[in-house]
């Protein structure tokens, strides 16, 4: 579904948390008309190409939970979807029901998804403070460092 590629660019902005939202936004924000979902947090995709440039949606703090994290190992990059998916389109990829999202409050990391980095799975920077981990080209969590406002 997706590959990465190493490179120094990587799609700077602000990745923020907004408190009384509930949410993340990206600033500023970029044109992205594919949108594939971890719960309700969505990650966007210029379908021209192909290009995950930023993430945003709902996320209520208080169903965070509270915990050590160990950031993994990733570079800095660009990270592509290789699926054959028509603008305009969103895919959920993980159920709501099933993601996890924990914080570490000392670090201000926050892992939507599986935490776990296995040998073989890949951590991609593609955009200011976030991280993609995919096992087998698969989304498997995001990482996430916003601003809190």
Known sequence: MFITKKSEVKHSGELIYIYNENSFDFKPSKNTDITLMIGYISVGID??????LQIWGFSPSTSWIEKKLELPTYFTGELYLKEE???GVSKRLIESSTVKTKYDKESGWICIGDESMLKNEIAVEFATNTIAVLSANTLKSLWVKPIFK
């Open 47 to 52: 379908s021209e190409t192909m290009l995950a």
């Open 85 to 87: 998916i028509e603008a």
